[in-house]
């Protein structure tokens, strides 16, 4: 079975631009969740969606936002790139979210100059 | 929010030691907690996991102990090996209705010596 993937892998983008992360999860799962890995902040929860709805929000800006689509393929959206938006993003897929594991894509690490 | 606190944060051993790992989690109502390895440049994968009504949980090297009392649950790793030098991060959730959400401890840097 395939594992999480995610496009791009890398991403540089200039203060005040917009960008557009994907993520392809495992055949199968529904529940898609988006973190923030940082060196200072570490693992920091986004948002889930299950069902092309979002069922859970962590405390992150309104630029910070996301949608799932009929395939379950996940997009994150980040407008207004601000240098504190440089980070490691991963995605995990799980069956249903709850008690089922996670499966963490390779992650998008995006530089904001 | 959930917050959850993870020590210590750097952990050397000689191979064939034993490492522990604690994790204390601030919300009661917390029911699930994962623990992660991510070894450089690759992402966390699983690697044990306890539902808050088992009170310890072994998979050969590895055990996870939980006290709901206390809130806190804790990671050992037995006989440890030059492979098992990575980040690992403990989480807790709130299970069935957490709907996707993992709160991650800050991760502690296992670095096993041969």
């Known amino acids: 079975k395939a594992g999480v993937t995610q496009t791009p892998r890398y991403l540089i983008k200039t203060r005040g631009q917009q960008v557009t992360l994907s993520c392809s999860p495992i055949?199968?799962?529904?529940?898609v969740s988006w973190y923030q890995q940082t060196p200072g902040q570490g693992l920091q929860f986004l948002f889930e969606?299950?069902?092309?709805?979002?069922?859970n929000k962590g405390n992150f800006p309104g630029r910070f936002s996301g949608r799932q689509f009929s395939n379950s393929r996940s997009e994150m959206n980040v407008s207004t790139l601000e240098l504190g938006d440089s980070a490691l993003y991963l995605c995990a897929s799980s069956l249903q979210g709850g008690f089922d594991e996670q499966y963490f894509g390779p992650g998008t690490r995006l530089t904001v100059t | 929010g959930e917050n959850v606190e993870q020590h210590p944060s750097t952990l050397s051993v000689q191979e064939g030691d034993s490492a522990v790992i604690k994790c204390t989690y601030s919300?009661?109502?917390?029911?699930?907690f994962p623990w992660y390895k991510q070894e450089l440049g690759k992402r966390p994968q699983l690697i044990i996991d306890i539902r808050s009504n088992v009170g310890e949980k072994k998979d050969q090297r590895i055990a996870v102990t939980l006290n709901k009392t206390a809130k806190h649950f804790s990671l050992h790793i037995t006989e440890t090996q030059p492979e098992d030098s990575a980040v690992y991060f403990c989480?807790?959730?709130?299970?069935?209705?957490?709907?996707?959400?993992?709160?991650f401890g800050q991760g502690t840097i296992l670095t096993v010596h041969p």
């Open positions: 919300d009661s109502a917390s029911n699930y």
């Open positions: 989480a807790a959730s709130l299970g069935g209705t957490s709907y996707g959400k993992l709160t």
């Open positions: 969606y299950f069902s092309e709805t979002q069922r």
């Open positions: 055949s199968g799962h529904r529940s």
